[in-house]
């Protein structure tokens, strides 16, 4: 029982470290951010309570625009889901099939998730430049003139033109996850089902999709809390412009807490994207675990 | 063995920890001997922006001056800076604080003298007040006291390209609208873009649609609109919404610049893309340095019956402060003042802004835009400073959210003002 006990705080010790990181680094900030939420407050001055004011007026204004802006996010969601994953998925099947060249597409593959996003941005600005952007030249000089656009300085065409960069740079994280997963299947199954006559594409439908759906899972969490939380080359690419056509949750919040001096609404919003990412992810793994 | 591998490992620690007690020992007689005091300045003069010269210089100057004083400057992107101070203010950590802050004046300092962030230099101007017109410090002034150093005066000025003008029979800048409006047609015809205006950022729209406003319903309704003392509802300002809605429909503006910010956008006017580029005076260095013969003026009046052509946008927007958790809150206040002063000397002879402060010092090598952009100044008969600046966080931004919407054409006068008026009164 002595040792037991002893066995206890041991491991309690060894615990705590990280317990304590934990709360440092990630319960106290929710808590925080909850706590500022309930008040009226431009980061300096006196803090005004106003309950719940915040959040009514975080879905109910139309100068806010965080409908618009979570409505953008969930339709970089369903992209990433619906279009991303699948790219991801496609790529992950056939290099796991020991391709030639097989670890050198694979590096090819997930560059860009090595890439910082700021250099991301620049190289997709200058692709999309109206005037010597490598798209629009490509575009006149095959005769599609009409087609040349000003892809983020318009609305009917910024959010399109911020999603393909997004998009693109993370398809080699999640094709290195699936990837790995496509790995891990035992090679007897494949065998056995070869010899039974299964073609490529029912090895992969009955052996290799059931056996990596954990993977899936997650990579499906990734992606929509991923978009959820999209920042940095939406920031970079056009700050959530032109006419807010572009504008994300995150983008909104920085708006809120550092231009416009309304730390209570930042804080609201922070809240908000705290809870829709929880809520997706159980979401999406219950889900996985009604189709298990 | 693992006795003796767990000897040496806990001597090893021992000693690191030991290492680390010295450091710390060896640090304070240093202190002592050492009296430098260093005075971190934060401003947004990086590589690219004009101001930088005039900082350096100034630092410079100063360090040499005062032996013992070591300045310590840091730059940052004008858009990342806002965040930038903001989040360093609200922190509070007086190590990540800077001791002078560049900040803009009007509503954006004001936040910092509110939260007490910013302190007061009235005792420091005392030994200034023949060099600097209290005029100067008014958009610095809160509650009576002086937050402020301006470290340079700009009004928003019309650059043009005089050779391109002159190819479509124009020898002068236009100084009414009806010749603007011919002017901008003729290069128009002529398969030239008048205008250059970055979409992008949305400071830049104002830069065209607050003079116009100016120039509609004059200086004191404007001025009192952006101090919350009076309604955006007048039938004028709807006008001059669709007077520049009137411009951008007619091509007189650059279509791409939408998607350009603000370098891309002066860099067009500079390799002689556009004819015209509207902004803050702190360009003409740049713009008297291309290599086409460059002219200045104002926008054209609009409306006589409240205006004149001599009233414009602009004033002493640029400051330097000082943070009052400074450690070295007297050296700091000194050096603010002192700097804000040759900074404002420098950029003046660079052609980088109008001087704020009295000028007594040699002008003659200043280049003959700068000396046009001085009598605009001059002959000044009202100023009213830029709509963001003078406008408090949040109201700016909804302001500027609402500019931008008429950049886009998706709203136009009427709209521009119904919205303003419900959202900001």
């Known amino acids: 029982m002595q040792r037991m006990y002893s066995k206890k705080v041991y491991i309690l010790l060894f615990l705590l470290p990280a317990l304590i990181l934990f709360c440092g680094v990630l319960i106290a900030p929710i808590g925080a951010s909850a706590y500022f939420s309930l008040f009226d407050w431009n980061g300096f001055g006196a803090k005004v309570f106003v309950g719940f004011n915040n959040y009514k007026e975080l879905f109910t204004s139309n100068a806010i625009g965080f409908m618009k802006a979570l409505r953008n996010s969930l339709l970089l969601a369903a992209l990433s889901v619906f279009l991303q994953l699948p790219l991801a998925l496609g790529l992950a099947l056939t290099l796991g099939k020991k391709i030639r060249g097989e670890r050198l597409f694979l590096s090819i593959y997930f560059m860009p998730v090595l890439i910082s996003t700021?250099?991301?941005?620049?190289?997709?600005?200058?692709?999309?430049?109206?005037?010597?952007?490598?798209?629009?030249?490509?575009?006149?000089?095959?005769?599609?003139?009409?087609?040349a656009k000003i892809w983020l300085g318009t609305k009917e065409t910024a959010l399109g033109a911020v999603f393909v960069p997004t998009l693109w740079q993370y398809v080699g994280y999640h094709m290195l996850l699936l990837y790995a997963g496509v790995k891990s299947v035992p090679p007897e199954l494949r065998e056995a089902a070869m010899l039974d006559g299964a073609t490529d594409g029912q090895v992969n439908r009955y052996i290799v999709l059931p056996y990596i759906k954990p993977i899936i899972r997650i990579s499906v969490i990734f992606a929509v809390t991923g978009s959820l939380k999209s920042f940095d080359l939406?920031?970079?690419?056009?700050?959530?412009?032109?006419?807010?056509?572009?504008?994300?949750?995150?983008?909104?919040?920085?708006?809120?807490?550092?231009?416009?001096?309304?730390?209570?609404?930042?804080?609201?919003?922070?809240?908000?994207?705290?809870?829709?990412?929880f809520g997706f992810a159980l979401l999406i793994s219950a889900i996985f675990r009604e189709e298990k | 063995m693992k006795k003796i591998f767990a000897l040496i490992l806990a001597l090893c620690m021992v000693f690191a920890l030991a290492a680390c007690g010295a450091q710390g020992g060896s640090a304070k007689p240093e202190e002592k001997t050492n009296e430098e005091i260093v005075l971190k300045l934060w401003c947004i003069a990086t590589e690219s922006d004009a101001n930088r010269p005039a900082y350096l210089q100034a630092i410079a100057d100063y360090e040499a001056a005062h032996p013992g004083i070591k300045i310590e400057m840091e730059a940052f992107e004008n858009e990342s800076y806002k965040t930038k101070?903001?989040?360093?203010?609200?922190?509070?950590d007086t190590e990540d604080l800077p001791d002078i802050f560049f900040s803009w004046s009007g509503a954006f300092l004001g936040e910092f003298v509110n939260a007490g962030r910013a302190q007061c230099l009235d005792e420091n101007f005392k030994a200034y007040a023949d060099k600097i017109p209290e005029s100067m410090l008014s958009t610095t002034t809160y509650e009576g006291k002086h937050y402020g150093v301006p470290t340079t005066f700009n009004i928003v000025a019309m650059y043009a390209n005089m050779d391109m003008l002159a190819e479509v029979g124009w020898d002068h800048v236009p100084q009414t609208y009806e010749d603007l409006c011919a002017c901008c047609d003729a290069l128009v015809a002529a398969g030239k873009i008048p205008f250059g205006c970055a979409g992008m950022e949305t400071w830049c729209v104002t830069e065209y649609l607050e003079p116009i406003i100016i120039k509609s319903i004059g200086y004191e309704a404007l001025d009192k609109i952006f101090a919350g003392e009076a309604t955006w509802n007048d039938p004028d300002i709807a006008k001059s919404v669709d007077t520049l809605q009137d411009m951008i429909k007619k091509g007189y503006f650059d279509p791409n610049g939408a998607a350009l910010g603000n370098d891309e956008t002066k860099a067009n006017?500079?390799?002689?893309?556009?004819?015209f580029y509207q902004n803050g005076s702190w360009n003409t260095g740049e713009v008297a340095g291309a290599s086409f013969k460059s002219g200045v003026g104002l926008f054209p009046l609009m409306n006589a019956s409240r205006s004149s052509y001599n009233q414009t946008i602009g004033g002493p927007s640029d400051v330097l402060a000082v943070c009052s958790a400074s450690k070295n809150v007297d050296a700091a206040s000194k050096a603010a003042v002192e700097l804000g002063k040759e900074i404002c000397h420098y950029n003046f002879l660079n052609a980088v802004g109008m001087p704020a402060w009295a000028v007594d010092y040699d002008t003659s090598s200043l280049s003959p835009l700068m000396v046009e952009i001085g009598k605009l100044v001059n002959s000044c008969e009202g100023l009213v400073l830029f709509g963001d600046t003078a406008m408090a966080a949040d109201p700016a931004q909804v302001y500027l959210s609402y500019v931008d919407q008429v950049y886009g054409c998706a709203i136009d006068g009427e709209g521009f003002v119904a919205g303003l008026t419900k959202d900001l009164g």
């Open chain 1, 118 to 147: 700021v250099v991301i941005g620049q190289l997709w600005l200058k692709i999309y430049n109206p005037d010597y952007g490598v798209l629009n030249v490509f575009l006149r000089s095959i005769g599609l003139e009409k087609w």
């Open chain 1, 234 to 277: 939406i920031y970079v690419l056009t700050n959530g412009g032109p006419l807010h056509s572009t504008e994300v949750p995150s983008t909104l919040m920085i708006n809120m807490l550092f231009l416009r001096n309304r730390y209570g609404m930042g804080s609201t919003i922070a809240v908000m994207l705290i809870v829709l990412c």
């Open chain 2, 85 to 92: 101070i903001k989040a360093a203010m609200m922190g509070g």
């Open chain 2, 269 to 275: 006017f500079l390799a002689g893309k556009t004819a």
